[in-house]
């Protein structure tokens, strides 16, 4: 599947893009696997930047290491760890080893991570991020001065469709569509009639939407992200078929319910396509795109 | 105004150790409303510190006075004389009087007394919140008057991160989220399209380190 992602995105197939987590250390053996497990699969791999806070191997250099795997890599960058100028250079430097995809975040703030004491940046954050790349584009700096020889990037964001209250949410969302993002990788979906409404309303910008789908591993997982982690709501029956798997059954319902949503999105046209998040369960991705007949 | 807290009294005990001749200076403005550094606290201090040196039989002299204002000149030159005969002051000023003090008293010994910690209100009695960042390029006309700089974590200016939930910081569940806060204070004022426009990266020039900033009237001086 190595079509450019932008070439991807306007091919009007369905979408699947997965996820890669650098690791962290210099034995890059396990994220080349995985890597090699999903590069053929899917239309794009992210490759997630300091996620959680948490510091990694850089996205850039994974994404370097997808593109010579073969793969096509989605950069993702946050505004946490680099001011405007590194965050720049960063995207030239990208642009040079040919990745042209980037998914443009604020980022996870610095104390939930494992660097508590550090400096948080955000000098720039996610709707400036993607500004930032529409100007480069334009053979400018966001300083004004002019580049020799100008990037292209295919520039994406994020949603939470589920965001309660939703309304700042969407104010954010059309901020970044006016700025040109081309495409979005939603926060986890698990009530498709909530995320049916919010493809409603988005459906009437012209961008692509990825629904994100976290990997369910167990019906305690389930219920922690309702306690713990913003915009995602995975409704009680959910919950109830992840409890009633059979022992050491947990992971393999997890993986056949987020089959059956990823089949539903495709069947009735609900989003353009799916993000794919199985967090520290990269390897069963291809069972997951099997179950949903992908 | 300028919110502090005192240093813990096992730190401030540490730094004395060894001296015989000590004298406490405290601020009666910013860390006086906030029961850090003003005449009550800095008697309490002076006293403990008395009791707690004699209990350990070691004799050391503690005096205490505290000027309206350290951060100003005219308020200091009061008392600069009665600190020379001492081998250190304790400063209980935000970190700005402790600095004109020791400018003013070179080459005496100066030490802060107290952690400054933000520029704050104070919506009930003993609690302060941080309000300001003194950032240099003010926006709460458009944000409802509520300082998305000071009150977000991450002082973004378009919008809520992914991180908020019903309302509330990624950070700390016990937070509100600015951009919900300001996000409904437009939206019952009529002027949401005051944030519906894209803010560009803030100028971080205006607020160049270290500022200094001279009236009009007293330029060429």
Known sequence: ?294 | MIVAERKPFDEIKTMLAGCRKVFILGCDTCVSVCMAGGKKEVGLLASQLRMSFKKDGKDIQIDEDTVERQCNREYMELVLNKLQDYELVVSMACGAGVQLLADLSEPLQILPGVNTRFIGMTPKDGTWEERCRACGDCVLGETGGICPVTVCAKGILNGPCGGTDHGKCEVDPEKDCAWTLIYRRLEKMGKLDNIRKDFPPRNHRVQSHPAKQVHEVYKGE
């Not at chain 1, 890599?73 to 995809?101: F, H, K």
């Not at chain 1, 020799?148 to 104010?171: N, R, S």
């Not at chain 1, 939603?186 to 789908?213: H, N, P, S, W």
């Not at chain 1, 922690?224 to 995975?234: D, E, K």
């Open chain 1, 1 to 294: 599947m190595a079509v450019s992602f932008k070439d991807a995105l306007q091919s009007g197939d369905f979408i699947v893009t997965a996820e890669v987590g650098p690791p962290k250390g210099t034995d890059i053996a396990e994220m080349k696997a995985h890597i090699s497990l999903l590069k053929d699969k899917v239309h794009g791999i992210n490759m997630t930047d300091n996620q959680s806070s948490v510091m990694r191997l850089s996205s850039l250099v994974g994404c370097h290491i997808i593109k010579e795997m073969g793969g096509v890599p989605i950069l993702q960058m946050t505004g946490r760890d680099r001011n405007r100028m590194a965050l720049q250079s960063d995207l030239l430097s990208a642009s040079v080893l040919g990745i042209d995809t980037v998914l443009c975040l604020t980022g996870d703030h610095i104390g939930l991570g494992d660097h508590k004491e550090a400096k948080p940046v955000h000098d720039l954050e996610s709707l400036q991020i993607l500004k930032a790349i529409r100007t480069l584009e334009s053979g400018m700096d966001i300083g004004g001065n002019p580049l020799k020889g100008a990037p292209k990037f295919c520039a994406g964001a994020v949603v939470t469709p589920e965001a309660d209250p939703i309304e700042p949410q969407l104010m954010k969302f059309e901020k970044k569509v006016r700025a040109g993002a081309e495409f979005f990788q939603t926060q986890a979906v698990y009530d498709l009639e909530v995320f049916k409404r919010f493809m409603d309303y988005a459906g009437r910008f012209d961008v692509k939407i990825l629904a994100g789908i976290v990997l369910l591993t167990s019906a305690r997982m389930a219920t922690y992200m309702n306690q713990h982690v913003a915009g995602i709501s995975v409704p009680d029956s959910l919950i109830a078929e992840m409890a009633g798997a059979p022992k050491g059954g947990a992971l393999q319902k997890g993986i056949e319910i987020a089959g059956r949503m990823i089949r539903q999105i495709k069947e009735e046209g609900i989003a353009h396509g799916v993000h794919i998040m199985a967090i520290g369960k990269e390897t069963a991705v291809p069972d997951i795109l099997q179950a949903a007949n992908l």
